[in-house]
Antibody, heavy 120, light 107 residues
Framework: QIQLVQSGPELKKPGETVKISCKAS????????MNWVKQAPGKGLKWMGW????????TYADDFKGRFAFSLETSASTAYLQINNLKNEDMATYFC?????????????WGQGTTLTVSS | DIQMTQSPASLSASVGETVTITCRAS??????LAWYQQKQGKSPQLLVY???TLAEGVPSRFSGSGSGTQFSLKINSLQPEDFGSYYC?????????FGGGTKLEIK
């Protein structure tokens, strides 16, 4: 069965770096794009961008350009989200979500979420 | 960017009732509209895409409708497992945006 399994909760200080992983199984990793979605505490969902798992090319939403980086380890069917120079407002749960078809924008499978706490 | 506006923000209903959640897009998105359900502490789950196509395994008491800028999600005969938050999302090209969410609570 298709699964996206994310890395565990993170506690970081402002200014530090975090790297969150999303390991896919049950399908051919490079056939489906991987998206990242942010959910701040008690808030709604915000699309951060996606990475083409075939070419490795990332696309970032405007609010996530600069400190955010998507990457892949294709041999391990794993996508990564790295956030540099952490700020208090980065505190949130981050989800990876598979895109159900080429540029479909339909997120048919989601990871369980990784909670990031940023506190000095 | 396309803005998605959901209403109501919260809704209280009883088991067995029928409820409707609406979503408005700031511009024409044709039928490129998805709905997700999220339960507390869990990841969202796809319910509907292309405005009215049910995702695999979604019960038939859920139905989506609409096109252009006005959309709705209807849940017939509410079940205990239907309570949670619901989000619409356009999938008419990037950047994808979500509505603010509707929290469906037990009356």
């Amino acid at each position: 069965q298709i699964q996206l399994v994310q890395s565990g909760p993170e506690l970081k200080k402002p200014g530090e770096t975090v790297k969150i992983s999303c390991k896919a199984s049950g399908y051919t990793f490079t056939n489906y794009g991987m998206n990242w979605v942010k959910q701040a505490p008690g808030k709604g969902l915000k699309w951060m961008g996606w990475i083409n798992t075939y070419t490795g090319e990332p696309t970032y939403a405007d609010d996530f350009k600069g400190r955010f980086a998507f990457s892949l380890e294709t041999s391990a069917s794993t996508a990564y989200l790295q956030i540099n120079n952490l700020k208090n407002e980065d505190m949130a749960t981050y989800f990876c979500a598979r895109e159900g078809g080429p540029s479909s924008g339909i997120f048919d499978y989601w990871g369980q979420g990784t909670t990031l706490t940023v506190s000095s | 960017d396309i803005q998605m506006t959901q209403s109501p923000a919260s809704l209280s209903a009883s088991v067995g009732e029928t409820v409707t959640i609406t979503c408005r897009a700031s511009e024409n998105i044709y039928s490129y509209l998805a709905w997700y359900q999220q339960k507390q502490g869990k990841s969202p789950q796809l319910l509907v895409y292309n405005a009215k196509t049910l995702a695999e395994g979604v019960p038939s008491r859920f139905s989506g409708s609409g096109s252009g800028t006005q959309f709705s999600l209807k849940i017939n005969s509410l079940q205990p497992e239907d309570f949670g938050s619901y989000y619409c999302q356009h999938h008419y090209g990037t950047p994808y945006t979500f509505g603010g969410g509707t929290k469906l609570e037990i009356k």
